[in-house]
């Protein structure tokens, strides 16, 4: 059976198609600029790249343009061989657990929760609507970021704030990156020829937006986003955990609407914010080589939160077999890598300078002499909503 995972944004739709179970990947590409005078289309596929420019009015017409190009390049001789579609969902607040098939009442659920994602699960929901109006044989399924997260405790996930904010608007940590946690968590096991429950791993996943999680034979116990992805580590643009009094400090200062410096924490913040540069650590990495102390104090400050949290993580976990870094910075940036792992020196963590001299390949990159072992392991998060859909279809 093939499967579809697709994972839309506000004018972006990203898709991947698998053959299942043998999850070997049949085509892959996306739509940018949906909505917009001029859109446009990219495929690959069998080592050919068709990259287009069109008017894609809504998410249905890019869906529907996206399924006549599979049949007319001969990708899928029929749209009755697409059994189903995972649809990427970043909110699930406390209803969802488990990834769902997707029914009028999954529509009315990711809905409600809708207020705690206000700019991602509406997206998500127009691919879903787009997918059902064009493909309406295939089974959908619903895959959320918060899900994996569920299994935190209470003590974990309430906010020392009244508890009526709990109880009345769902004030608590969610977390997100819950695919990619529990995709990279499997893989560190099965690296370590264990199973998931005998190991404990620390997940680094580590991009433009970066999380941590504890995952506890198989489970995540902790994780650094919170009721939304602002919390935790510094990111490219994101503050991570801050002095929340700075917001009215700052809101009276400059005369600014909580709002307003709410949107500076998430769009102005983190690299962006301390180098005055850039979001992006390629950047910041050049500007270091050339002295800039700004730069370097940006990736500073991010190293040592990472590490802050890990050594706590650590603690928690009772001990851990295997730190993972994961996503953009995760899988690129050996700097990165080898900065983190010195500050928990303390732990007996030890990387390998020539191991660690790697990009986006799962390696191991502690040494053998390391108390924990330590991997770059390339997340995948399409596979596991192909995984999901496949299952439950
Ligand atoms: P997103 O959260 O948007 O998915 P990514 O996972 O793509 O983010 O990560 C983007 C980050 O990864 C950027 O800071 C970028 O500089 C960094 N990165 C990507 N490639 C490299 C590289 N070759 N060397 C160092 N950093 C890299």
Request: glycine share 8%; hydrophobic share 40%; with cysteine.
């Amino acid at each position: 059976m093939k499967v579809m995972s697709c994972n839309a944004g506000s004018s972006s739709l990203k898709f991947k198609l698998y053959n299942m179970p043998s999850e070997e990947v049949i085509c892959k590409g996306m739509f940018e600029r949906i909505g917009q005078e001029m859109g446009n289309f990219e495929l690959e596929y069998n080592d050919k790249e068709i990259e287009r420019e069109a008017k894609f009015e809504n998410h249905s017409v890019a869906v529907s343009y996206l399924l006549d190009s599979l049949v007319s390049e001969g990708i899928v001789s029929s749209l009755e061989e697409i059994g189903g579609v995972g649809h990427r969902v970043v909110h699930g607040g406390e209803k969802f657990a488990e990834s769902i098939k997707i029914d009028e009442e999954v529509i009315k659920a990711i809905e409600e929760v809708s207020d705690l994602a206000p700019l991602h699960n509406p997206a998500n929901l127009i691919g879903i609507h787009a997918f059902i109006e064009v493909l309406p044989h295939a089974g959908q399924v619903a895959v959320f970021d918060t899900a994996f997260h569920q299994t935190m405790e209470p003590e974990t996930y309430i906010y020392a704030v009244p508890y009526e904010w709990y109880e009345d608007y769902g004030v608590r940590k969610y977390g997100f990156h819950g695919t990619s946690h529990k995709y990279v968590s499997l893989k560190a096991a099965e690296l370590e020829g264990k199973r998931p429950e005998d190991v404990n791993v620390i997940v680094c996943h580590l991009g433009n937006g970066a999380s941590i999680c504890a995952v506890k034979g198989g489970k995540s116990i902790n994780t650094t986003m919170g009721l939304t992805p602002l919390a935790g580590i510094p990111m490219g643009t994101r503050s991570g955990n801050i002095d929340p009094a700075i917001i009215e400090f700052i809101s009276e200062k400059e005369n600014k609407t909580v709002q307003e410096v709410t949107r500076m924490l998430n769009k102005k913040s983190g690299f962006l914010g301390v180098s005055g540069i850039s979001s992006d650590n390629r950047d910041l990495e050049a500007a270091v080589a050339k002295g800039n102390r700004r730069a370097q104090l940006a990736m500073d400050i991010q190293d040592k939160k990472i590490t802050d949290i890990v050594a706590a993580y650590y603690v928690y976990m009772g001990g851990c077999d295997v730190i993972a870094f994961t996503a953009g910075l995760g899988e690129n940036s050996a700097r990165m890598r080898k900065s983190i792992c010195d500050r928990l020196s303390a732990l007996g963590v030890k990387i390998d300078l020539e191991r660690n001299n790697v990009r986006k390949k799962t390696t191991l990159i502690s040494s053998d002499d390391s108390s924990v072992a330590v991997y770059l392991i390339p997340t995948d998060e399409e596979i596991m909503l192909a995984r999901d859909t496949f299952e439950l279809i």
